[in-house]
């Protein structure tokens, strides 16, 4: 196999993920509430899966009381990851209020970074851009919490998996244009 079928072969792989990902991401805007249940749903099969590795860890401590602690830990996780998966719509409220959070701390950040690169003649724009959108869009899911709850999630997530799907379709077209030239 030559090295040009081996990158158009690869790069098929990469442009149809992309695509996928863009579908998704399509998917997840039109249907918010849906694509926050399936990330909820995720992180809560993942608190599972981290419960039980606690437990298996559990049985491998070296003293009685590090069993018992490990078994505690390991069963909270398990509870409380079945718990989301049966209560989404709580997970999905408090995974709103935390990224609102962290949009509001990336938004002053952003801003004083702006004010720092200016001090030192650097071109910060778009920082300030970037600071004053991400702000707003943190006071925005804040003010309209918990019924933001419905929409953020979701619409976050289909549009960075737009733009994700995007990025790697233009990467992998550029390398399939790149095997083409070199042939």
């Given amino acids: 196999m030559t090295e040009e079928s081996v990158l158009r072969k690869a790069s ?19 249907s918010p509430y849906l694509a926050a249940v399936a990330v909820t749903s995720i992180i809560a099969w993942l608190i599972i899966l981290a419960g039980g ?6 049985f491998h401590a070296k003293s ?10 390991a069963l909270a996780y398990i ?8 209560h989404p719509s709580l997970g999905i409220a408090a995974l709103t209020l935390l990224l609102a959070t962290l949009f509001f701390i990336e938004g002053i950040l952003d801003i ?6 200016r001090r030192s003649g650097g071109r910060s724009g778009w920082l300030l851009l970037d600071g004053i959108i ?3 869009l943190a006071v925005l899911i804040w003010v309209h919490w918990p019924s933001s709850s419905a929409w953020a999630i979701g619409t976050l997530v289909g549009v960075s998996m737009i733009v994700s799907g995007w990025v790697r379709l233009m990467i992998s077209l550029a390398v399939r244009r790149l095997a083409g030239s070199t042939a």
């Fill in 12 to 30: 098929g792989w990469s442009i149809l993920w992309g695509i996928l990902l863009i579908i998704f991401g399509i998917l997840a805007i039109g």
């Fill in 53 to 58: 590795a606690h437990l298996i860890y559990g």
């Fill in 64 to 73: 009685a009381g590090g069993i018992v602690w490990e078994i505690l830990v």
């Fill in 79 to 86: 509870v409380f990851g079945i718990y989301l998966l049966m």
């Fill in 112 to 117: 004083i970074g702006f004010f720092q690169a």
């Fill in 134 to 136: 991400t702000l707003l």
